[in-house]
């Protein structure tokens, strides 16, 4: 029999040849891809769990406003809080947190994590600085502790203290907000405005005076601002503050009784030229706020009353004194007449 003509050899096709090529690079590259990016993931997960050095040393790290997150990794940088520039700013980019950085004073040290440094920056939770404001200090005095703390210029401070306009804005009676600087202890942070500071302290008055005191004033025939005025006087004037309802029975007594209060430290109040120590100019001199010489409660506030004050004021005790007199130990002797003032007055001020 014939041979049968035998089948062609089949020859590999070379577009087979170029896909089997194609897809063993693309696995080669995908793989290669894989290693590369678990080392980066490895890389970051250790960048942002490791401090930057093994010592913990306190910083205050400040973030400006508007400041750009290069600028914010370079001073992160210098500071010894990140090791690595690139690496914070990626890892600030993988979190979607580079507009989240909020501007502030921010208490850190060298022995934190990237990874806790950020979230201090997105927390906004700045560093507070502490201002205490002792009871029966006045709004000059207040001005100066604002501007030591850091925290508002006196000038400016002064200024809104005395801006009509802000003053009406705060719901404040009177021509300053002298008597409503609330005295307390604050925490306010640099970022702190000087309106928004001087706010809290009003803020503070306003929730201390609560509604029982307004009708409390109103049962005794004085306005809220009257009753400032008066606790503000029993505040300057008391040493020791178990006597303050007993001040506050003499001044009583004397606005029913149409007698002038002849408070020194309101005459102190109105005059420039004051120097630790009260003359007979200053006694003579009328001022709106001199009670030697004024009827009634001065022209406003002289200092800032806290909240004791605020309430002897309002509750006076039930006495018929009519005079006090300074014993020297932060006492007085009270009288119900002058006569036995001017005997007190002997014995403890001039001594005899």
Known sequence: MPKQDQAPEKRPDKRHKKIKKTVLISAIFCLCFAVVAGAAMLWMAIFIEAPATTRSLPVTFTVSSGQHLSIIAQNLKDQNLISNLTAFKLYVRIKKAATRIKAGEYEMNTGMSPETILSILISGKSKLYRLIIPEGMNMQEIAVLAQEAGLCSRKQFLSLCNDLEFINQCEVPGMTLEGYLFPDTYFFSKETDCKTLIKNMISTFKM??????????????????????????????????????????????????????????????????????????????????????????????????????????????????????????????????????????KKYQLNQ
Do not use: C
Not at 281 to 292: A, D, S
Not at 320 to 344: I, Q
């Open 208 to 345: 201390t005076f609560t509604n029982k005191w307004k009708a409390r004033a109103k049962e005794i025939g004085l306005s809220v601002h009257e009753v400032v005025i008066l606790a503000s006087i029993i505040e300057k004037e008391t040493g020791n503050g178990k006597e303050r309802p007993i001040i506050s029975s003499v001044f009583h007594n004397r606005l029913k009784r149409h007698m002038r209060l002849e408070s020194d430290p309101t005459v102190i109040y109105g005059v420039s030229d004051y120097y630790g120590k009260i003359r007979y100019k200053h006694l003579r001199r009328v001022t709106p706020y001199n009670t030697y010489k004024i009827d009634g409660l001065p022209a406003g506030p002289i200092a800032n009353p806290g909240a004791h004050s605020l309430k002897a004021a309002l509750y006076p005790a039930q006495t018929d004194y009519l005079f006090f007199v300074s014993k020297n130990d932060t006492t007085h002797k009270f009288s119900t007449n002058l006569k036995d003032h001017n005997r007190a007055v």
